[in-house]
């Protein structure tokens, strides 16, 4: 480790915006629309960039400039922008990158609000994608087109909690000169690094592990400066994003997101190996089981194995609701990474109006619940699972 280069923990507590006249040891709220200047001269020169500066908090703002400069030192990018929610992250960085008349080659285990704007949103303006199933990565380079501007891929997936192998998506990539843009919400920048693999931008919803307490939304894009750059620009003219406030609260939570995500990994790990005993469980998949089929390519590019765990109850459709209804501590909801552990039905719920082909394909079943996995202690998590698996 070079002598500037400090500790993933350290980086997440002192990366901090410059200190105010107070000598504040935490970094105050800036609260503030828009910036003044001195002079017509500072403001020339602040509007043509000869000047780094804030000029308005829908380019930059104190609290969010630490937020995402944090998030770059995590994840070893050059730059980021950072958005008022994990959505508004991901289709910013779509619209940029992408054209009328472009195509994505995307896996088909995605978010079920991103596969809406494969299919609905960005069909409108001529611009198409192929999916890939996880079981099938082999076929991935056979969908390239002229046209393909980048593969996109979720790792782990959402919600079925498979893994891809970031190198070897890079190593197409790279022999084609397309970027791979991946969505890294589930490992968070501790567990997970694909530019280290290969990557050119990474996306987050900070909404989920980021804040960890379920508390504000957000999301964030950093990777090459080049390409940040124009989604920048994109951003400074369309608005999504990140408030000020959104942006302390986050950057106060990446302080602790080492050992909140230790926790949690160490819980889920636990609950995995205990569901993957369970008499009424058909299957589990947790990365770092052993059972997990991309185990090894996880326990390569994974620090720890996350703390999302995919499972199926027996009964289809009924059976994974009843299973939810007879939770008594676990919350249900449509939000993950939080201190409470969450179960979801994506069947019914988030992925209810997604095709059954895609369903199928994404490896979501009628009976398969997602748990996030929170800090509770594990015993009294299991003995809810327990109950309601009764």
């Known amino acids: 480790m070079s002598e500037n280069k400090k500790h993933f923990e350290t980086e997440a507590i002192r990366t901090q915006t410059e200190t105010t006249q107070f000598s504040e040891h ?232 080492a050992v909140r995500v230790e926790k949690h990994c160490e819980n889920a790990l636990k609950i995995a190996t205990y569901l993957e005993a369970h008499p009424k469980v058909k299957w589990v998949k947790y990365p770092f089981l052993k059972s997990h089929p991309k185990h090894e390519v996880a326990k390569k590019q994974m620090r720890l194995g996350g703390n999302i765990v995919a499972f199926e109850v027996e009964g289809g459709l009924e059976g994974g609701k009843t299973f939810l209804d007879s939770l008594k501590m676990c919350s249900l909801s449509a939000n993950l990474g939080d201190t409470r552990t969450i179960v979801t039905h994506p069947a019914s719920t988030t992925h209810a109006k997604v095709e059954p082909e895609v369903k199928a394909a994404a490896g979501i079943t009628d009976g398969m619940a997602r748990v996030s996995v929170g800090l509770e202690h594990v015993d009294d998590i299991i003995a809810d699972l327990e109950k309601a698996l009764k």
């Open 26 to 257: 935490s970094v105050p709220l800036y609260l503030t629309s828009g910036f003044v200047f001195d002079d017509a001269e500072e403001m020339r020169a602040s509007f043509a960039e000869e000047k780094q500066r804030n000029l308005y908090s829908r380019y930059s703002n104190p609290n969010v400039n630490e937020f995402v400069d944090k998030v770059c030192a995590m994840e070893g990018a050059e730059a980021g922008f950072a958005f008022a929610s994990g959505m508004a992250a991901v289709f910013s960085t779509f619209a940029t990158l992408l054209e009328a008349g472009d195509h994505v080659v995307s896996c088909s285990s995605v978010f079920g609000a991103t596969h809406g704007l494969f299919t609905k949103y960005l069909p409108k303006w001529n611009i198409e994608c192929t999916y890939f199933n996880v079981g099938e990565v082999d076929s991935v380079e056979s969908l390239i087109q002229p046209n393909t501007k980048f593969i996109y891929a979720e790792t782990p997936t959402n919600p079925g909690v498979d893994v891809l192998d970031l190198e070897f998506l890079s190593a197409i990539c790279k022999k084609h000169d397309i970027l791979l843009v991946i969505d890294n919400c589930f490992a968070t920048p501790y567990l997970q690094n694909p530019i280290k693999h290969g990557a050119d931008l990474v996306i987050h919803s900070a909404t989920k592990l980021m804040d960890g307490q379920g508390r504000v939304l957000g999301g964030v894009t950093v990777g090459k400066k080049e390409l940040i750059r124009e989604i920048y620009l994109f951003s400074r003219l369309t608005g999504p994003s990140m408030s000020a406030f959104n942006a302390w609260v986050l950057s106060k939570s990446l302080e602790t997101l």
